[in-house]
């Protein structure tokens, strides 16, 4: 059974940084693209970063240079670095995988950037 579990969020001032971690369990972790997405109240859900199993990263525009997403395969776990933060960044930040031609969610944690 596929699980993803996410945590790091928080409530930070903006200029602040945040780490969320994404630990997965019941995949081949190493062979695994994983995502984070993220949801504000009101708003589309957002492809926000991608790490392919090969290490490939790849970022929406509005976090390039202030993100970044990293693996470690010893603790089948994803992060998602977040520096520079904006109000706008506020969300719920969900961790996506696909495996076995289904789609997998953790249950989102929370990010909040006071101004």
């Known amino acids: 059974q596929v699980h993803l579990v996410e945590s790091g969020g928080g409530l930070v001032q903006a200029g602040g940084s945040l780490r969320l971690s994404c630990a997965a369990s019941g995949i081949t972790f190493r062979l695994a693209s994983i995502n984070w997405y993220r949801q504000a109240p009101g708003k589309q859900r957002e492809l926000v970063a991608t790490?392919?199993?090969?290490?490939?990263?790849n970022y929406v525009d509005s976090v390039k240079g202030r993100f970044t997403i990293s693996r470690d395969s010893t603790r089948n776990t994803v992060y998602l670095q977040m520096n520079s933060l904006k109000p706008e960044d506020a969300a719920v930040y969900l961790c996506n995988c696909r495996w076995g031609q289904r789609d997998y969610w953790g249950q989102g944690t929370r990010v909040t950037v006071s101004s």
């Open positions: 790490i392919t199993n090969s290490g490939a990263t």
